[in-house]
T-cell receptor
């Protein structure tokens, strides 16, 4: 399969804690993106990191990319109940094609 | 307008029916996508249209027939589907990759399809 793999598959934390999820992929990429999906709904783009970038921040999100290890991580700081969702990484190898990872289901308890 | 709309939200159809899913965006994006998503799985790419031309078909069975009538609309025509085709069908749009290295995709809310 061309899919990336994410771990953990599921993560449960308390509000205020940090959540870290990891993504590994198999081929060289142009960029890597993270998306959030609330239950049974469309995906929302969170952040994009280019292959020549190592770290990027957006609000409470921090993404790192290690192209030598073909891996990325998403850190959500000071989590909130509203962060409860599934999170997918997606890699772009061809410019119009995204390949999604297996996803991490995050549950944040109030 | 930064929204991708999809109709209908829910669709139940028999295996002999013909139906269509519709997707619309007014962001000026010239790349549009259909994805299929089964429960607790990631979206799987089905088709990509770039500048209203089919550029990627991920070996999708012919019972799914995409159409891009203009730069804002994308249809997915369904015929003789199987129960295993029941899934959430997502439409997305973006700038084609050739314009920039950013190809952030904007997703619609999806159509929940049930095939009986």
């Amino acid at each position: 399969s061309q899919q990336g793999e994410e771990d953990p598959q599921a993560l449960s934390i308390q509000e205020g804690e940090n959540a870290t999820m990891n993504c590994s992929y198999k081929t060289s990429i142009n960029n890597l993106q993270w998306y959030r999906q609330n239950s049974g709904r469309g995906l929302v783009h969170l952040i994009l990191i280019r292959s020549n970038e190592r770290e990027k921040h957006s609000g409470r999100l921090r993404v790192t990319l290690d192209t030598s290890k073909k891996s990325s991580s998403l850190l959500i700081t000071a989590s909130r109940a509203a962060d409860t969702a599934s999170y997918f990484c997606a890699t772009s190898t061809r410019t119009d094609k995204l390949i999604f990872g297996t996803g991490t289901r995050l549950q944040v308890f109030p | 307008d930064t929204e991708v709309t999809q109709t209908p939200k829910h669709l139940v159809m028999g295996m002999t029916n013909k139906k269509s899913l519709k997707c619309e965006q007014h962001m000026g994006h010239r790349a549009m996508y259909w994805y299929k998503q089964k429960a607790k799985k990631p979206p799987e790419l089905m088709f990509v249209y770039s500048y209203e031309k089919l550029s990627i078909n991920e070996s999708v069975p012919s019972r799914f027939s995409p159409e891009c009538p203009n730069s804002s609309l994308l249809n997915l025509h369904l015929h003789a589907l199987q129960p295993e085709d029941s899934a959430l069908y997502l439409c997305a749009s973006s700038h084609p990759g050739g314009l920039a290295s950013y190809n952030e995709q904007f997703f619609g809310p999806g159509t929940r399809l049930t095939v009986l």
